[in-house]
């Protein structure tokens, strides 16, 4: 009889938790992958020598220009600084314009950023974020992109991030 409670507890369970992050799985690690003069499998602690970025009230937009959440406190990275930790496999510079990046998510959402506004912006746009209100992100999956700079931002909001890939249009 016990045996039964417990079965049907931890059914319970399952399905009341797995409700929690119906469309991503948790991702510990972000590859950095394509174009580039090493491939990465980042960690958490892979990106503590980086400098970190503090983000204040950030409201997340949808796109009918309702505010989704408005988070008081972010932290992350710089994009850019992400990026150079494996490098650019492209030694022609004139030809960066058109370098651009895919940032893909474990249930394949994906969004892109080129290298001008990721690089070359006057000033800083596009994060990494890994820590919400002092936390480290989690039901989000542990890294998340942002688009400081978007008006909906919500589209390039892109949580379960788990690869960066480098391409090149041409
Ligand atoms: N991985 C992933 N990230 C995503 C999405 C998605 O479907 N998958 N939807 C985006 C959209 S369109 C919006 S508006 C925001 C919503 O974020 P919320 O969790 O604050 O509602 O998440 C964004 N990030
Ligand atoms: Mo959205």
Same mark, same amino acid.
């Given at each position: 009889m016990k045996i039964y409670v417990l079965f049907i507890l931890l059914l319970i369970s399952h399905f009341a938790f797995s409700q929690d992050h119906p469309e991503g799985k948790i991702s510990e690690k972000l590859a950095i992958s394509g174009l580039v003069? *090493? %491939?990465? $499998? #980042?960690t958490l602690s892979d990106l503590k020598e980086l400098k970190t970025v503090e983000l204040k009230n950030v409201k997340i937009i949808g796109k009918g220009g309702d505010? *989704?959440?408005? +988070?008081? !406190? #972010?932290k992350g990275y710089l994009l850019k600084d992400i990026i150079n930790m494996a490098g650019i496999a492209e030694p022609n510079f004139k030809e960066n314009g058109m370098i651009y990046f895919i940032a893909s998510a474990?249930? /394949?959402?994906?969004? #892109?950023? !080129?290298?001008s506004e990721v690089f070359n $912006?006057? !000033?800083d746009q596009v994060f990494v974020v890994t820590e919400? /209100? &002092? %936390?480290p992100l989690n039901k989000d999956g542990k890294f998340a992109l942002l688009c400081l *700079? /978007? *008006? +909906?931002? &919500? #589209?390039?909001f892109v949580k379960w991030l788990n690869r960066i890939e480098v391409k090149k249009a041409n």
């Open positions: 003069n *090493k %491939q990465l $499998s #980042l505010v *989704k959440r408005t +988070i008081p !406190s #972010l474990t249930d /394949d959402y994906n969004v #892109l950023c !080129s290298w $912006s006057a !000033s919400e /209100d &002092g %936390q *700079k /978007d *008006k +909906i931002n &919500g #589209l390039r």
